[in-house]
């Protein structure tokens, strides 16, 4: 079974900083896509950032600006830099990656989750 391990979560004041990576010590295919998401008490889990074979990065408008996604599909991977960070980013925020729409070989793995606590 395929293990992504987030980490770099915590407690931090409103305005700060934290580096969320995601990493793996198995061998697999290559994802064409690894993305985080986060989840917040009594609210559905959201996608926040994402990279894409090829490269392309996207973030959602909501941390555009403060949140950058970084990573390389073929290390599998994936960092996540929260910048000037909010109260309303508390969540625990997990790693994704993901290959689809193949014949064969196509995976959805998640991390556990790594909690940010943001307090004003």
């Known amino acids: 079974q395929v293990q992504l391990v987030e980490s770099g979560g915590g407690s931090v004041q409103a305005g700060g900083s934290l580096r969320l990576t995601c990493e793996t010590s198995d061998d697999f295919r290559v994802p064409n896509f690894m993305g985080w998401y986060r989840q917040a008490p009594g609210k559905e889990r959201e996608f926040v950032a994402s990279i894409r074979s090829g490269g392309v990065a996207d973030v959602i408008d909501l941390v555009k600006g403060r949140f950058t996604v970084s990573g390389d599909t073929g290390d599998h991977t994936l960092t996540l830099t929260m910048n000037n960070l909010k109260p309303e980013d508390t969540a625990v925020y997990y790693c994704?990656?993901?290959?689809?729409?193949?014949?064969?070989?196509?995976?959805?793995?998640w991390g556990q989750g790594t909690q940010v606590t943001v307090s004003s």
């Open positions: 994704n990656m993901r290959r689809r729409g193949f014949v064969s070989g196509n995976f959805d793995y």
